[in-house]
């Protein structure tokens, strides 16, 4: 028999609750994992005796393991790659920061050293974009809610994790049950972030955006636009077929009036493709009524992936001048980490080489 993740909080408390057990205990079970990896159930103190012998049924402190720790000569980036209980292989990173470093309006920059970790939702992924090595892998499957906060539980072993973006392997609103229901997890007791620190990026699940600030408030939402209209857009991002570029851009109207809150565009830049004076201003125009930010992202070239050239470092300087400058647009540029281990943007996918090593080719997108 499998056993399930103790951090699968909905059977968790089923179980709990069919057995009579006080589910006010299971935040200080995870405390206790949390501390202890290599715990026994017994070792848990002061718990309902029935708790014991369940909790030794049917679940295991993790259900995954790091199967290997990859550092950046950068010295910030580090891939985790982890073996899920049925042998597949997801991967997260972490990505460190001081936000002392810089200035801001002329002026020191508060804050210290954090941790971003970018977390996977799926084993692969179904959207099939043409930049991302991921979809070459295609879907796999959905990762349980256990499975995805055990990405959180590992990285914390190695450094303190402040925020959590939802752009490794997969797309994160189509396995929406698990990732909401994650992220409760992850902002309650005892990990307790808060969920303004925590991203979901999104090519553009439309059905889904509709409930996800009912379900998750407060939370910061991603769209990884990547074109400034259908035709380009759907070249790239065979998905968008499904998520007509009007619909999309309603749907994130309604969030945004219904949040309060300012919206994420990523938007990798393809030399010849989608880089050049015109789509900026398309962009401008697109984006001009709404309250957001664009994230410009140099194209990561991804070994097979070669139909895909990097766009010149002064096209990128002048998409950015006409968004900023034209339109008033808040643009940045987003800092490239990790390439050496395959950990920046565009590079997660998994391939299993006869040996049975893991070979480590991505991430979607790194928001930070």
């Given at each position: ?179 909401v229901e994650a992220i409760r997890v992850m902002t309650a007791y005892p990990f307790q ?20 600030h009912g379900d998750l408030p407060n939370l910061n939402l991603a769209v990884s636009l ?143």
């Amino acid at each position: 028999m499998a056993f399930r993740s103790v951090f699968d909080a909905s059977f968790i408390r089923t179980e709990f609750e069919k057995a009579g057990i006080n589910t006010h205990c299971i935040p200080s079970i995870w405390k206790y994992v949390i501390q202890n990896p290599n715990c026994e159930w017994r070792q848990i103190p002061s718990l309902p005796s029935p708790a014991y012998s369940l909790l030794s049924s049917k679940f295991k402190p993790c259900t995954s393991i790091v199967d290997s720790v990859f550092d950046s000569n950068d010295q910030v980036t580090t891939k985790l790659l982890i073996k899920l209980q049925n042998g597949a292989f997801i991967e997260a990173v972490i990505m460190r920061y001081d936000s002392r470093l810089g200035r801001y309006g002329g002026k020191p920059r508060p804050g210290g050293p954090r941790s971003t970790l970018c977390i996977s939702s799926q084993v692969g992924c179904k959207m099939g974009c043409k930049f991302c090595a991921t979809g070459t892998m295609g879907f796999k499957s959905n990762l349980s809610s256990g499975e995805i906060v055990e990405q959180l539980v590992h990285a914390s072993r190695l450094s303190p994790i402040r925020n959590i973006v939802f752009m490794g392997m997969g797309e994160p609103l189509n396995n929406y049950t698990a990732l909401v229901e994650a992220i409760r997890v992850m902002t309650a007791y005892p990990f307790q972030l808060s969920p303004k620190k925590i991203t979901v990026s999104t090519v553009g699940i439309i059905h889904a955006i509709n409930k996800l600030h009912g379900d998750l408030p407060n939370l910061n939402l991603a769209v990884s636009l990547h074109a400034p209209d259908q035709v380009i857009r759907c070249q790239i991002m065979p998905a968008a077929r499904a998520f007509p570029l009007e619909k999309l851009m309603a749907s994130l109207a309604e969030y945004q009036k219904k949040s309060q809150q300012k919206i994420f565009i990523e938007y990798i830049m393809l030399d010849g493709v989608n880089d050049e004076e015109q789509h900026a201003h398309q962009l401008g125009k697109l984006l001009e009524t709404f309250e957001v930010v664009v994230n410009l992202i140099p194209f990561n070239p991804i070994g097979e992936l070669s139909q895909f050239k990097t766009s010149r470092d002064q096209r990128v300087i002048r998409f950015q001048t006409i968004l900023r400058g034209t339109y008033n647009i808040r643009t940045t540029v987003r800092m490239q980490m990790g390439q050496d281990i395959s950990g920046a943007c565009g590079q997660l996918v998994i391939s299993k080489k006869p040996a049975g090593v893991a070979s480590l080719t991505d991430i979607e997108d790194l928001h930070l």
